[in-house]
């Protein structure tokens, strides 16, 4: 297909650029979201914390390019972006994405038509032009798509598929595309890695990429391969990454290789040559004092092929793994709670098996002027290094106001139904900022296809967002009611945040999390992966909230 323009400058005529009646591509973020039924949060005193996260714009005035840039297409639903920058050249930025129509099933997620795109701009996110990405049979929908770059600016890009009529996603591509901007090999068909197979289904994919090897994580639903299915279908992490052999470009776990059982995993993340994957394990795990339900800490080494049990962590939740300072490995657990509470509980370690004392980020996320969230996810989450500060994209569904008197008017249409906010915080898991990102307004609704309608639960449906680094500059993108909002993100530090003070040691509110020594064996494997992310607008809304730690339980304790 040929590739469409997507977002343009402010100058460009809307009526060449996108089909009628969506000139999204046209607008900027709105300037305030606060006045469409959430509440403003306290302002963040910038004096004391001397630190902002702003957008960062070329320029300002009436000719000045939209900024952070909207990019809106009548004929796709957009979401769950995923973000790559070629390093050799920052001004070419890359975005794959769910694209098509909304399909409705087996996930609510689900694409039909177009399922998947990639959009690339080559100045620098003004403009973008986008080239489907094919489905290899004419029956599959789009569920999940993942994007990197490698040091060379070499692109490499993962789908996930499912059949109509199936539980759930049950096909796994991926494509070496090569130099940026890569579409030309979109005309061949990727390379299968996880075919369909009877009572399997896929999710959670992610790739990453450690001196040159790319590595592609995925898990796998409902299978029976092994004495560890013993109590039924159980979940397992499969991982293949890529080698230098041109007749088999890519090295796959065997099936007693792959890792679990688990009931839910993280992103996969390469550290100090080990491939790093968390997950909440079910019966057939083994691991020493591993309990049912503990976050177990495998690894993969791929020189040998082989899986070892590192250590155990007392949380639960939705599970990310990324750099930490002091070359250690970060893990953020996120949960939701009873009483619109969250738990987003960070630690630090150096090889996995001993883990610092904990902090709890959620007192932040929530106020208690919010309103009540029925359903809340952390969409993306990463460190910037040189202001060691760690940026979250955070997401709610509200409950509907079933006392609020515009209900079943036209007037309940201007309150949004999804909230996503940019949080940041110190390395001592204060908080130093936050944004409101004013997703869902009316405005950008009106305008979208009327074919795709007011709104659609689905929207909120997208399990990822993306905040990419690129040395000390950081790009985000995120999803929108079917659009994409994508910028480059600039820090102020007025004021030093001062050093991280995670200790490694036990502290009187805090309890440090030691692992005993390590058992290793020989575990299964299994693919994660991280849909990226779905998009950004921004908004000020500060908000001061003071975060307090709680002690956490000491291992062998029974979990709150």
Known sequence: MKAILLAVLAL??????????????????????????????????????????????????????????????????????ALAVNPSNPRHVAIAALAGTLAGSPTPASRAGTPHALLVSEDGGLTFATTPIPAPQDDLLGEEVALVADDEGNLVLAALWSRRGETGPTVLGVWKLGPFPGTAALASP??????????????????????GTVFLAWQEHGLARDARSAHGPSGFVDVAWSTADPAAPWQRLSDEHVMGPC???????????????????????????????????????????????????????????????????????????????????????????????????????????DPPAREARILAVTRQATSDTYHVIYQEIPVANQSDPNQGTPLAELAPRVRKQL???????????????????????????????????????????????????????????????????????????????????????????????KREFTLPFLLVGGALGAAIVAR?????????????????EKKP
């Open 12 to 81: 460009a005529p809307a009526a060449a650029a996108l089909p009628a009646p969506l000139p999204l591509s046209l607008d900027s973020a709105p300037e305030t979201g606060a006045a469409h039924g959430f509440p403003p949060s306290g302002e963040v005193d910038e004096t004391s914390r001397g630190y902002r996260l702003d957008f960062d714009c070329p320029s300002s005035g009436p000719f000045a390019p939209p900024c952070p840039t909207r990019v809106a297409d009548g004929a796709h639903v957009f979401g769950a972006p």
């Open 190 to 211: 990727p390379a299968i890695l996880a075919p369909w197979t009877e009572g399997a289904v896929l999710s959670r994919i992610s790739l990453s990429l450690d001196d």
């Open 423 to 517: 949080f940041a915080f110190a390395g001592s898991g204060e908080l130093a900022y936050r944004r409101d990102l004013a997703v869902d307004l009316p405005e950008n609704r009106m305008r979208r296809d009327p074919v795709h309608g007011a709104f659609n639960e689905s929207f909120a449906q997208d399990r990822a967002d993306a905040i990419v680094l690129f040395g000390s500059r950081e790009f985000v993108a995120y999803s929108d009611a079917g659009s994409l909002v994508v910028g480059e993100l600039r820090e102020t530090v007025s004021v030093p945040l001062g050093p991280s003070p995670v200790p490694l040691t036990p502290s009187k509110t805090e309890t440090a999390i030691t692992q005993p020594p």
């Open 263 to 369: 009931a839910a995993a993280s992103n996969a993340h390469p550290h100090r040559g080990l491939l790093f994957v968390a997950c909440t394990a079910q019966p057939g795990l083994e691991g020493e004092r591993l309990e049912i339900g503990d976050i177990a800490i495998l690894a993969l080494d791929p020189a040998a092929g082989n899986t070892s049990y590192r250590g155990r962590l007392p949380f639960a939740g939705d599970l990310f793994l990324l750099p930490a300072d002091n070359d250690r490995l970060g893990l953020l657990a996120f949960e939701q709670r009873a009483g619109d509470r969250v738990r987003a509980v960070f630690t630090v370690s150096k090889d996995g098996s001993t883990w610092s004392s904990a902090r709890d980020f959620g007192r932040a996320l929530r106020e208690p002027t």
């Open 540 to 556: 000020v809304l500060v908000g001061r909230v003071k975060v307090t730690t709680k002690e956490l339980p000491a291992p062998g």
